[in-house]
């Protein structure tokens, strides 16, 4: 836990992780567009920001209060740094109990010093600060809440103003007075924000998680009904063996029964582990199928723990294995210089009655570093490991000899995903048009959910949708000559993912432009956790409403609780090719080029978060834009990235990116121009 204090004029925040906590104020507020961000601290830019307004009204609140410390959302969580940004989301609700004071600052509430009491107590009940989801804990879990209007001036406290408190949420007087939670049922807790609203639709039931003493990891994007139901399990389960699973059971899966027996039965055959890997090309449905298999597991042995695991990269399995430490509250798990991955093998691997399933999502790349995929997976009869991949190579390796061949939907499988996916009922003739239209799109469940998206978002008929196929692909060979001689699939823009994201495509250029742009600066960037921050708006719900467009297509997976969004490969590689045969991929990689630019840090240590999550960016965007495009920005954003890697300790990427920048600065200014010698 962060805490702020200022020190000689100076704000400064103060890392607490394994030391003892000191007293401390906490500052309740609504989030405005210029906050103070933690990154303004280090780079000394607070007083510039709209927001810095209530940080010295927190500090000198605190400090009539005899308290040097306080806690405020926006600046004490380092928000590019995921981990800790989830344990923060898990430990919130204790933070707030723990405080000595809870300043509730309402800038609606703009009353004259000299008005009345009515009107004050009008003002007051009429604040949204009481309409919204996440501040419910911030009103129940702390002892004393003490609330103030836009001028500073205090209205009163939790205890005094009790029966407006009381009146305006229906909150029972037992929970505001800091009674057992416990002594109300969950459904009455749930009621507590049943008229409260949230930004994103599933955090009207994430806010409740502190209320109903639950964790469960975020998965914005699954809808707030998934979302209940997923928190109903863990509710249910508290005497079943602990299990993360962070997407819900997917209601609208069907199919694929002979391979979900073949995983069931061999999994835990004859009462022992085993080791299985599901391989097929992307968009095939391997995670929908896993996924399918770790909800059934847990439905049907309630001793068995189930682990999802994203394996697509080092820093997403390092979050996943500290998630199962945690939940497993296995020692040293919040200990921040304690390898995880080793704890839970460790811990995994010990003799023990449970069974245990991990499923290592998107295990396309088993290197990791100086060590390999398979030193962090745990020895255990009792332990099962499901893998999914593209690479039949890396299958084989992890599970020979149970490796499942994942191939193409049968064509009533598919008719029955489409159905599940659009939402009218389909007629017996609409039913036949979607046959003919399903084997144009070769059965492929990525380009089915896409072209439902489609048919949902605009109301139309599969035929009508079919026809669309038609003219998407009547319109490509114009440009086959254009096709490179190396033939490889993601060149080929007649393909069902490419006919899908294309149709989307021209649809979304005619109702958002803004919308269609990120898109394009996405092909131009690493296809994961693309930062909201490298998207360009005018303003927070200009850039929202552009996203949320991209949602509705099912063109991007959005991930709020990180502030970014993902594409899937083929549609990443499609967009690329797509850019690219419009010659206009130069120009979007100079887009992207200028955008992570502006973003990326400096070298400081309290950098540090921000540059690794725009590293991966910006080291694609450089080694996918054009060595004549070597001066400007491009030369600026490899210096950067290159001073990141080396105070990363990353030396050998770093000297790279150094050499690259002065032999361009040798040939563009010169041996004897300070930036050459500089870069020497």
Known sequence: MRLLRFDRGRLVSTDFRGKAIPPYAILSHRWGDSEVLFEDLAAVTYEEKAGYRKIEFCAAQAARDQLQYFWIDTCCIDKWDLRERSKAINSMFRWYRNAARCYVFLPDVLVAADASRSAWDASFCASEWFTRGWTLQELIAPASVEFFSYQGQ???????????????????????????????????????????????????????????????????GEGVERAWRRLQMELEAAGSAPSIIPFSQN????????????????????????TMAIVGPPGTGKSQLVLEVAHRTIQRNKNCSVFWIDASDTDSLYRSYAGIAQKLNIPGWDDEKADSRQLVKAHLSGKGERQCLLVFDNADDVSLGSAHLSDYVPQSEQCATLYTTTNSDTAKKLATPNVLQLREMTPSMALRVLENHVEASLTATEQQEARLLLRELSYLPLAIVQAAA??????????????????????????????????????????????????????IRGDSQLAADYLFLAACMDRKDIPLDLLPASSPRE????????????????????????LH???????????????????????????????????????????????????????????????????????KCAMAL?????????????????????????????DTLASM
Request: aromatic content about 8%; charged content about 35%.
């Open 251 to 274: 209601e609208q899966f069907v199919g694929r029964e002979s391979q979900l027996a073949e995983l069931e039965a061999k999994l835990f055959e004859y009462s022992q582990a085993t």
């Open 154 to 220: 205090r209205i009163g406290d939790k205890t005094s103003l009790e029966p407006l408190v009381h009146k305006t949420t229906g909150i029972p007087l037992t929970a505001l007075r800091n009674g057992a939670l416990d002594e109300f049922t969950v459904d009455e807790r749930r009621d507590w924000a049943k008229n409260r609203k949230t930004t994103e639709e599933e955090d009207a039931v994430y806010c409740l998680l502190g209320i109903l003493d639950v964790v469960i990891p975020a998965a914005y």
């Open 646 to 674: 080396y105070n990363d300790g990353r030396w050998r990427e770093a000297e790279e990116l150094f050499v690259r920048v002065m032999e361009t600065r040798t040939r563009v200014l010169g041996d004897e121009h300070p």
């Open 454 to 507: 489609y048919i949902n978002t605009r109301n139309i008929t599969p035929r009508e949708y079919r026809s669309l196929v038609a003219r998407q692909k009547e319109a490509v060979p114009e440009r086959d000559s254009e096709l490179p001689k190396d033939g490889l699939p993601e060149h080929d823009m007649t393909g069902p993912i490419a006919t899908t994201l294309l149709i989307s495509l021209n649809q």
């Open 543 to 566: 850039r929202e409403e552009a996203v949320k467009v991209l949602s509705r297509y099912r063109l991007v997976a959005r991930r709020p609780a990180e502030s970014s969004l993902d």
């Open 569 to 639: 490969k083929l549609v990443h590689r499609a967009l690329r090719e797509w850019l690219r045969r419009q010659e206009r991929l130069d120009e979007w990689t100079g887009n992207a080029i200028r955008e992570l630019y502006g973003v990326f840090p400096g070298d400081n240590h309290g950098s540090r978060s921000k540059w690794r999550r725009l590293l991966p960016h910006a080291k694609y965007v450089l080694s996918h834009s054009s060595a004549e495009k070597e001066g400007g920005d491009r030369l600026k954003l490899a210096q």
